[in-house]
């Protein structure tokens, strides 16, 4: 066990070494919209690891973060977010063979008057992996990485979504001045 551990350690560190080699440098968070350059964050729990990890990325992108409520503030509203595991398959002796972790997380934006920028939105993402009660400590640290991978998959897939935002603002100007031939 304890042999595996160590190989996986160090194949982590030999390929981050050999990431780092090639020129491969972990990718910089865009810019977001200006209509998110202030931004409130709602959740159903503000101590989750993903309205931490949100914060960080938006911060990182540029967003300064503020209170709920507060004036000229958009709001990113974690409305859900569950994490459920479930049984795959047993094996002869039906035992458990393999798990599935399912992640949920249904989320909005809204504009600082309160229009929805993004409509709620649900996002579902699943793993499987395999179970052998003789590794259980291994199979524990395995359940815990995928969480969190799944939780870093969420959060890039949101954070693309904000990115991606049109401010009503400028959208109504180019309409305006294309109308007129400008």
């Known amino acids: ?4 551990h160590t190989l996986r350690t160090a194949l982590l560190g030999a390929a981050l ?17 200006e209509a998110l350059g202030s931004v409130a964050i709602q959740a159903v729990n503000r101590d989750s690891v993903l309205v931490m990890d949100l914060e960080r990325e938006l911060e990182g992108a540029g967003a300064s973060l503020r209170p709920v409520g507060s004036a ?19 094996d002869s002796r039906a035992k458990v063979g393999e798990y599935e972790l399912n992640y949920r997380v249904t989320y909005a934006v809204d504009d600082a008057d309160g229009k929805p920028l993004v409509p709620t939105t649900p996002l579902a993402l699943s793993r499987t992996y395999s179970f052998d009660e003789q590794q259980a400590i291994g199979a524990g640290q395995e359940e815990d990485l995928i969480r969190s991978e799944l939780r870093r998959e969420v959060v890039r897939i949101i954070m693309e979504r904000l990115q991606r935002i049109q401010d009503p603002n400028r959208a109504k100007e180019s309409r305006t001045s294309n109308q007129y031939g400008d």
């Open 72 to 90: 000229g503030v958009s709001t990113l509203r974690i409305d859900s977010e569950t994490m459920e595991r479930n049984v795959v398959s047993l």
């Open 1 to 4: 066990m304890a042999a595996t």
């Open 17 to 33: 070494l050999a990431a780092g080699a090639c020129g491969y440098t972990l990718r910089q968070s865009a810019p977001l919209p």
